[in-house]
């Protein structure tokens, strides 16, 4: 059995025969692998400026390790994998680890998060190793805004990527925003209009209180609804249905347009009832939920060369444990010590 903590989140009930499908009936058929925790950009809702201590290279999970964990959830159901990080591009060997992914029995559907500056010179060789789309974060359309909000340069060099992720068929492409009072929520309208002219999803995440110490607190975020009433003042917009498995956006789009828009009412309403997703830590954590502390250690079974049947029983272990629903909000909810870098999104 996993030394798990089982705090505020623990579920009422578990019932261990069914492989991957939680205690409240949700599927779950979709992993996020976080490669690592270093970044070349230093966002101020996710990281302080002076980056965070990286846990190193003994503490990240190898890519053979990762592998291990991906085979593992295939075996169990899962169909697809988002590799993410900190900034999953500036880890090297990245390419050859998607192959792998890809190449994995059952062949799930590799997707990726990313920052965007290194995709210009990425994209089609991510591509061709099998990564079938990306998510690009972006939050402001303005030079000087970059620079604030990411306390680096770089817009051009992320809309160059997004160029060419969508020139060389990473579709269809996203676009991530997390708008956030007085900083950059006034160009919500002008990131709504990308979908006028192009096949893209903009998606636009409401701020999420993760952690401590961060550039922004829980007043700076522009809700859901503010988002919608922004997006309106372009046109009206009609609900999209999804035609695949449903996932936490809310999707419109307007009349005649090519792409689409998206609101993710991360904490203004909860969308755990459709929770369909486990995470993975850089160093080895399975995390039932984003915005739960709770974790189950799968590095120290690695490290010890578990058994497949091991890994499986933790990954089960782990879905176990999910909760009905976060609980940011409520009166007793507590940020965590780990920033949205080290969780991957
Ligand atoms: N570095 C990559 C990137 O930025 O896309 C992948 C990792 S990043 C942690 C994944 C996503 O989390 C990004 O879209 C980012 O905007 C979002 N994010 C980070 N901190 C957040 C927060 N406090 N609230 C909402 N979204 C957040
Ligand atoms: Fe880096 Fe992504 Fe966090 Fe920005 S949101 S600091 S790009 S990990």
Redesign the pocket.
């Known amino acids: 059995m996993p030394n798990n903590r089982y705090g505020a989140c623990r579920p009422v009930a578990a019932d261990r025969k069914n492989a991957l499908k939680d205690t409240f009936g949700r599927k779950i058929e979709y992993l996020r692998l976080s490669i690592t925790d270093r970044?070349n950009?230093r966002?101020r809702?996710?990281m302080p400026e002076e980056g965070v201590e990286s846990v190193g290279h003994g503490g990240i999970l190898s890519y053979e390790d990762l592998l291990r964990i991906a085979a593992a959830a295939t075996r169990l159901g899962v169909s697809k994998i988002r590799v993410?990080?900190?900034?999953?591009l500036v880890r090297k060997g990245i390419v050859g680890f998607v192959k792998e992914l890809a190449a994995l029995p059952g062949q799930p559907e590799i997707t990726l998060?990313?920052?965007g500056l290194l995709l210009d010179q990425m994209a089609a060789d991510l591509k061709q190793a099998g990564l079938s789309r990306v998510?690009?974060?972006l939050?402001t359309l303005r030079e000087d805004r970059f620079e604030q909000i990411t306390r680096r340069p770089g817009l051009q060099r992320v809309l160059d990527g997004i160029h060419r992720a969508a020139a060389v068929g990473l579709a269809p492409l996203k676009i991530?925003m997390?708008p956030i009072r007085e900083v950059n929520a006034d160009e919500i309208a002008d990131f709504g209009r990308l979908s006028l002219e192009h096949p893209w999803e903009i998606r636009f995440?409401?701020?999420?209180?993760?952690s401590g110490g961060?550039g922004y607190s829980a007043e700076n975020r522009f809700s859901a609804q503010e988002i919608m009433t922004e997006l309106e003042s372009i046109g009206p917009l009609t609900p999209v249905e999804r035609s695949g498995p449903a996932g936490p956006a809310r999707l419109f789009r307007y009349r005649d347009s090519p792409g689409r828009v998206g609101v993710i009412p991360?904490i203004s309403s909860h969308f755990c009832g459709e929770c369909n997703r486990l995470r993975v830590t850089a160093d080895g954590r399975i995390r039932p939920c984003l915005l739960c502390s709770d974790e189950l250690d799968i590095r120290e079974a690695l490290r010890r060369n578990a058994s497949d049947a091991e890994l499986e029983e933790l990954l089960r272990a782990a879905v176990v444990a999910k909760p009905r629903q976060h609980r940011v909000g409520e009166k007793d909810y507590k940020e965590g010590s780990r920033?949205?870098?080290k969780?991957?999104?």
Do not use: R, W
């Not at 993410?84 to 999953?88: M, Y």
């Not at 995440?205 to 993760?210: A, D, R, T």
């Open positions: 970044c950009l966002c809702y996710c993410t990080g900190g900034e999953p998060t990313t920052n998510n690009v974060s939050d991530n997390v995440i409401e701020f999420m209180p993760v961060l991360a920033g949205m870098q969780i991957g999104g």
